[in-house]
């Protein structure tokens, strides 16, 4: 790779390919993007977004444009927001969001519109407000405030269509508290809080609909290695079996034998190459191969043959990875493939459609 880049995102398009965006590089933010085709194992550079940003993020569409918002660009903190359209490679510009923002979440609700919760905006701080995106206008409408300001945060589409938004960051702390989003009514209610504070975890929908988390920040800064399980029937955390090493800016991906796999990320300022394996079965963690390279920041991405595709990240001794490398479920065992154009670090989990 050429160049690195962090805080960036990446999304899997209808055709398969992963698009990258944007992030921070050696020239500092940038507005370029690239496509890997898993067809060919290859990376391609698309048009460039209309603005530079990072800490942005990405959402598909149901008519499969991708929905760029918020970030850090060059003179700030961005609302604005971009369409990528795949069959031309073209971006055009859309409505503003209503507040400028960056470390939000944005989540596609099952009536095609986008949730953008949380962040944080120069002007006013950290944010509870959250806001609707309808595709078939272009425009955003103010939804109801989140209960509590949040940033670091996660949200997850529940089977129900709900959203549920778990910890992160709030006012002067950091929080394990979590709250639902119901789309019919555009109202937020609190639900039962996670047994531990955290914050940089993971949040990931099971095959059983319920909810696993994983390791993060906690309280006085111990980086965790437990996760617990959201019960959505009801509306409470139980703990489940710890991961075997504590983690933070790692990935978690859910397998289609309803697995969860969890790559990387960090414990304090070392970089990982553990992997390991939650089965939602037994409740217990497995250690499998390790990947090649350690990484945090990176990016995990289930292709339609089932193999996982990890790219880029940070590692301690090379700094920036140019490498990417698959895992084959089938045997545990990691491949070294082809690089990206631009090396990349501080990636979004991704899941290509099967």
């Known amino acids: 790779m050429n160049n690195g880049r962090h805080f960036h995102t990446a999304s ?28 060919t ?18 959402s598909v569409l ?14 700030g903190v961005l609302n604005s927001a971009e369409l990528y359209d795949p069959s031309t490679g073209t971006w055009t510009t859309t409505g503003n969001m209503t507040s400028a923002r960056r470390y939000h979440t944005a989540s596609v609700l099952l009536n095609g519109k986008v949730l953008v919760t949380g962040g944080y905006n120069d002007n006013i701080g950290y944010l509870n407000i959250a806001e609707l995106y309808d595709p078939s206008t272009g425009t955003w409408t103010t ?4 209960s509590n300001i949040r940033y670091w945060h996660t949200a997850s589409v529940l089977s129900n269509g709900k959203v549920i938004v778990t910890g992160g960051a709030v006012t002067g702390s950091f929080s394990n508290s979590a709250e639902l989003y119901d789309p ?7 639900t039962g809080n996670m047994t531990n504070t955290r914050y940089w975890h993971t949040a990931s929908v099971l095959l059983n609909e319920k909810v696993l988390v994983t390791g993060g ?5 111990i980086i965790l290695s437990s996760a617990e399980l959201y019960d959505l029937s009801t509306g409470t955390w139980t703990a489940t079996g710890n991961m075997n090493n504590a983690r933070y800016y790692h990935t978690a991906s859910v397998l289609s034998n309803g697995k969860v796999l969890v790559t990387g990320g960090a414990n304090g300022n070392i970089g990982l190459n553990s992997v390991e394996l939650y089965d939602p079965s037994t409740s217990a963690w497995e250690t499998i191969g390790s990947m090649t390279n350690t ?12 193999k996982v595709l990890v790219t880029g990240g940070l590692n301690n001794n090379i700094g920036h990875v140019s490498s990417a490398e698959l895992y084959d479920p089938l045997t545990s065992t990691w491949t070294t493939i082809g690089s990206m154009n631009n090396a990349q670090n501080s990636h979004t989990a991704s899941v290509l459609s099967n």
């Open 12 to 39: 899997v398009l209808s055709n398969g390919k992963v698009l990258v965006t944007g992030g921070i590089g050696i020239s500092g933010v940038l507005n370029s993007a690239e496509l890997y085709d898993p067809l």
């Open 295 to 306: 990484r945090w920041y990176h990016t995990a991405s289930i292709l339609s043959n089932g």
């Open 217 to 221: 920040y906690g309280t006085a800064g």
């Open 143 to 146: 939804a109801s405030n989140m």
């Open 184 to 190: 019919s009514t555009s109202t937020w209610t609190t």
């Open 62 to 75: 149901s008519n499969g444009k991708v929905l760029v918002t918020g970030g850090i660009g060059i003179s």
């Open 41 to 58: 194992s290859t990376w391609t550079i698309t048009s460039n977004m209309i603005n530079a940003r990072s800490e942005h993020t990405a």
